[in-house]
């Protein structure tokens, strides 16, 4: 294996440079306070850990790039080597997810907004509240991060069913759909992305999409440039989707003139649906140097060609 050297900064670095200088003595990790400190180093390693890289920082001699999110959109808009090794983590960010889909998903299933404005008058009104287990959940993407929403709602549910760029059945749910073929979205209460940034996935969620949809929650915890905001914003308005549970945005911080702070029908959260623990880093590590040792691969290596 080769004498990897990493370099790390930013959020969970130092807890990579714990992992890799008690479990891995092989390689060599170095902890910088900062990227500009980075940027004048970096030519003395050969991998890099973290979230993260400016786009001034030369990295055409890095042979691993490990990133600490289960996205990995930031690293390619890269100039990557051709032959580069991308991993990424993933740990227990899917079921931390999947609570994150359930809280929101009652939250509408079961009026609360409405109950909470109604105390606050001290109105009494009785509603009729629907029922999780009539829900029919659509789930785009089938990775790690949808299979494990999936396999945490299923029993909850009416049904489950997902959508992938294959259209191949995936254990958790009861159908798959392909993403270049039509889909019936008026049949789904619950529309779930949980898609990366790539260009198949760029602007996927748009007016032609939102139109067919039926009063659905709409839940974004994928990626901020999946969704069109102005055509969202239109189906709010014209009742064909319900509310949007919103963690994700195409600028983040969300800029305080965001029309979605203020919407009614718009819940926006920052970008926490899942943050990444330094146990989820490890853990993942420790699968892709499980997966290296036995000359695999496992769903932590990255096909850049695909961005996933």
């Not at 289960?70 to 993933?90: E, N, S, W």
């Not at 991060?145 to 959508?163: E, K, M, N, R, Y």
């Not at 899942?274 to 769903?299: C, H, L, P, Y």
Request: aromatic share 10%; hydrophobic share 40%; charged share 15%.
């Amino acid at each position: 294996m080769n004498p990897y050297r990493f370099a790390t900064t930013g959020r969970l670095g130092q807890e990579f440079k714990s992992l890799i200088d008690s479990h891995y003595p092989a390689f060599h990790c170095t902890y910088f306070e900062t990227q500009d400190a980075l940027a004048d180093q970096m030519h003395n390693y050969n991998a890099f850990a973290g979230f993260s890289l400016k786009d001034n920082i030369d990295i055409s001699h890095i042979k691993w790039i490990h990133s600490f999110g289960a996205g990995v959109d930031a690293f390619m808009q890269l100039p990557l080597p051709q032959d580069i090794l991308l991993t990424r983590t993933a740990g227990y960010m899917g079921s931390r997810m999947a609570e994150y889909c359930l809280a929101y998903m009652l939250y509408a299933i079961k009026s609360i907004d409405e109950v909470n404005k109604n105390q606050q008058q001290q109105k009494w009104a009785p509603l009729m509240l629907k029922d999780l287990n009539t829900t029919r959940l659509l789930i785009f993407g089938t990775g790690n991060i949808g299979s494990s929403i999936a396999q945490v709602l299923q029993p909850l549910v009416h049904t489950v069913d997902g959508v992938n760029r294959s259209g191949t059945l995936v254990e958790g749910f009861h159908e798959i759909h392909q993403l270049t073929k039509p889909i019936n979205y008026s049949q789904y209460n619950v529309i779930i992305n949980t898609l990366p940034n790539t260009p198949e996935t760029s602007g996927l969620f748009d007016e032609k999409l939102f139109t067919s949809c039926n009063g659905s929650l709409f839940i974004n915890v994928g990626r901020g440039t999946a969704v069109v905001q102005h055509d969202l914003l239109k189906a709010l308005d014209e009742g064909k989707i319900t509310k949007a549970v919103l963690d994700v945005f195409e600028e983040e911080p969300l800029s305080t003139s965001s029309p979605l702070w203020s919407h009614p029908g718009v819940v926006v959260t920052p970008h926490h649906a899942s943050k990444t623990t330094a146990d989820d880093v490890a853990s993942s590590f420790n699968r892709i140097m499980e997966a290296i040792n036995a000359g695999i691969t496992n769903d932590l290596f990255v096909d850049v060609s695909k961005g996933y």
